[in-house]
């Protein structure tokens, strides 16, 4: 069942009077799987074209059964013959939608003329209309450039679009400037050992852990308040569910605060601000999870305990009097624990001791700092510090983390010539999507996850 010419034209959406006498497309309009509904509302019986992928086939009494699958949904086409199509192929449409309870979504195409524009090869190595839980997720990522077909898993990359979009959006409405900063550095950010080296010329570089110190650069610029979206990299050797070698981190920077409170307090804006741009945006692919966000209410509800209060709730919440730091299985107590005391799947926890933070930290007191975590459905989603500002003291603490000011003239310069107070955070993109889906793994919020193994496609 073809059409012998005119794709090129109706394509195109140009509309020249067709050559062609015999074309059945002239008068059928190019829509969206998503408009049918609101199509049959208005124009019944109008013929409408649609292009997209064949799902799912299937023959029965004389009919062919195709799902056909575009960018905005699925829909269910009927032709009158048995035919030589293959799942996968890219497709061209022409008929008229009627309603059907038969049909999943209750409408349905019957079909006037159908064109293959690319015949997808028999011998597929994955199912994309398998059910996405069904498979593992080593088949999942070993078969990535087939597998982001299935809707599910292509949905967690709308969910996460929205989340970038309103994490920008928000701190542009407060005032913050959007920042690109190198991800080719001299030295680490984060003070610890693990760096990717680069071979640049004929020096070595490295790939950023974190915007940490240009953005601390551009708040003290006189920018005041950066935000930035951007890959970072860890070349830590986990192979963890937690875990990615690249990662997407959205940075936040901000002059003129005394305390992390401040942060933690602007962070739950843009926790509610993303989560509610989720619900209004994202409910078919929220729904594809069986996921759901927070309300407003239940972010503002959640606790802030100090490292120490965290720690006594995690022992007299397990029992175990062997916790001695926030590892894994204490984020997950934690939030367990919040929700059942504050109806609140997150928990932020500040007044971290020194010896956890990196040397940028802004002390409070002798061992602890101004910093905090954030916490969400089990998981570790942010961490975030006021940061020391001020030169004389930045100097005399860098011995205690094994560092010499001589090996820093970049902080020393920053701090040098007038720095305001300032602070800010990193939430892990990945992590926050993971969670928000109830996703098992941060790999599956990564399109093109780097693990150790992984470097492909
Ligand atoms: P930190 O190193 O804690 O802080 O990272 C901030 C957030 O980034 C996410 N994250 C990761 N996500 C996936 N895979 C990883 N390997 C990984 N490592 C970290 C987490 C984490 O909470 N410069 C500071 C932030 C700041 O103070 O502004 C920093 O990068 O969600």
């Not at 969206?32 to 013929?47: N, Q, S």
């Not at 401040?262 to 692919?285: D, G, M, T, V, Y």
């Amino acid at each position: 069942m073809t059409i012998d010419i005119c794709a090129s034209v109706h394509l195109s959406g140009a509309l020249p009077p067709c050559p062609n006498e015999r074309c059945t497309l002239l008068s059928a309009m190019r829509v969206l799987i998503r408009d049918l509904a609101k199509i049959l509302r208005e124009k019944p019986e109008e013929p409408v074209e649609l292009e997209g992928w064949v799902h799912r086939i299937r023959e029965l009494g004389g009919l062919s059964f195709i799902i056909l699958r575009d960018r905005s949904g699925m829909v269910q086409a009927v032709a009158t013959e048995k035919l030589d199509l293959t799942l996968e192929s890219v497709i061209s449409i022409s008929g008229i939608p009627v309603r059907t309870e038969k049909a999943p979504g209750g409408i349905e195409i019957q079909v006037r003329t159908l064109t293959c524009i690319s015949r997808a090869a028999q011998d597929m190595p994955y199912r994309v209309n398998a059910a996405f839980g069904r498979m593992g997720l080593e088949t999942v990522l070993d078969n990535r450039i087939l597998s982001l077909r299935n809707p599910a898993l292509q949905a967690v990359f709308k969910v996460q679009a929205t989340i970038i979009e309103a994490f920008s959006a928000y701190l542009r409405s407060q005032d913050f400037t959007e920042i690109r900063t190198s991800k080719l550095v001299a030295n680490g950010t984060e003070g610890g050992t693990a760096l990717f080296a680069v071979e640049y010329f004929n020096k070595k570089l490295y790939l950023a852990q974190s915007p940490q110190f240009y953005k601390q650069v551009m708040v003290a610029s006189g920018m005041e308040r950066v935000f930035e979206v951007a890959q970072v990299y860890r070349a830590e050797k986990h192979d963890t569910p937690r875990h990615l070698n690249e990662y997407v981190s959205l940075d936040v920077e901000m002059a003129f605060i005394e305390s992390e409170l401040e942060l933690i307090a602007l962070e739950k804006a843009l926790l509610i601000h993303i989560f509610s741009e989720l619900a209004r945006k994202n409910s078919p692919e929220l729904a594809l999870h069986q996921a759901a966000v927070p309300d407003a209410a239940a972010v503002e509800r959640s606790p802030t305990l100090s490292y120490e209060e965290a720690l006594r709730i995690a022992i007299k919440e397990s029992g175990n009097a062997r916790l001695f730091d926030i590892n894994p299985e204490v984020e997950r107590l934690l939030c367990v624990w919040s929700m059942r005391e504050y109806q609140s799947p997150l928990v932020f926890i500040n007044a971290f001791p020194r010896r956890h933070r990196p040397f940028y930290t802004y002390p409070l007191g002798d061992t602890l700092t101004m910093s905090f975590d954030t916490l969400f459905r089990g998981l570790e989603i942010t961490s975030g510090s006021r940061r020391q500002h001020d030169y004389q003291a930045f100097v005399e603490a860098l011995p205690r983390f094994g560092l010499k000011a001589q090996d820093m003239p970049g902080y020393l310069t920053l701090l040098q010539y007038g720095c305001p107070p300032h602070g800010g955070f990193a939430l892990g993109c990945e992590r926050l999507t993971q969670k928000i889906l109830g996703l098992t793994s941060v790999k599956e919020a990564s399109l093109f996850p780097r693990d150790r193994k992984r470097i492909s496609p």
